[in-house]
């Protein structure tokens, strides 16, 4: 069974630019979440959608949206960048009909912003 | 809320020495609690898991207790190999906070020859 697929693994980005992140969740997982690493915030989650609908949002400006496709797969992206959006960025998968449950994460997507 | 506190690292131990990583949460549901742990420059993989009290989750020679009394989920190992370097995030996700996680803010553990 493939894993959680992110795309593409680095970006290099200028400030003021937007970026799309791609994830390709576990096959039959329905849920796709998003966090962001840094060293200073550790890991913060951003939002997760199931089965096209954002079911809930972490604490970020409106610059960082995203959305799911009918293949459950996900896009995040993030306009206007600043210095600060500097970070991995990790799509967790979910099969979605049970709480509670581990997630998969992918190999994560690293962005810098310059 | 929904938290979790885990040990300050950097953490050096050599060849063969006991692990202890602690971790402590805070949450308002029934938590189902986890211990993920990352290599450098990839993602996150789940080490073990406990889904209620008293429960212990293992994997390769790791152990954690899901201990409701002191809201503890430590983890332990009773003797480490170089191979177990790595950052260890202990995470809780709940029945009222649908799938979003709540991570502690990582424990490095180096492991010298």
């Known amino acids: 069974k493939a894993g959680v697929t992110q795309t593409p693994r680095y970006l290099i980005k200028t400030r003021g630019q937007q970026v799309t992140l791609s994830c390709s969740p576990i096959?039959?997982?329905?849920?796709v979440s998003w966090y962001q690493q840094t060293p200073g915030q550790g890991l913060q989650f951003l939002f997760e959608y199931f089965s096209e609908t954002q079911r809930n949002k972490g604490n970020f400006p409106g610059r960082f949206s995203g959305r799911q496709f009918s293949n459950s797969r996900s896009e995040m992206n993030v306009s206007t960048l600043e210095l600060g959006d500097s970070a991995l960025y990790l799509c967790?998968?979910?099969?979605?009909?049970?709480?509670?449950?581990?997630?998969?994460f992918g190999q994560g997507t690293r962005l810098t912003v310059v | 809320g929904n938290s979790v506190t885990q040990m300050e690292g950097p953490v050096t131990l050599s060849e063969e020495a006991f692990l202890t990583i602690n971790c402590t949460y805070t949450?308002?549901?029934?938590?189902?609690l986890f211990w993920y742990v990352q290599y450098p420059g990839e993602g996150l993989q789940l080490l073990l898991k406990?889904?209620?009290?008293?429960d212990k989750g293992s994997n390769k020679g790791f152990e954690a207790t899901y201990r409701k009394e002191t809201t503890s989920f430590h983890l332990e190992k009773g003797s480490v190999q170089v191979s177990d370097s790595a950052v260890y995030f202990c995470?809780?996700?709940?029945?009222?906070?649908?799938?979003?996680?709540?991570f502690g803010t990582g424990t490095s553990l180096t492991v010298i020859p």
């Open positions: 949450a308002t549901g029934y938590p189902s």
């Open positions: 995470a809780l996700t709940s029945w009222n906070t649908g799938n979003q996680f709540y």
């Open positions: 967790a998968s979910i099969p979605g009909g049970v709480m509670n449950t581990e997630a998969f």
């Open positions: 096959s039959g997982h329905r849920s």
């Open positions: 406990a889904t209620k009290a008293d």
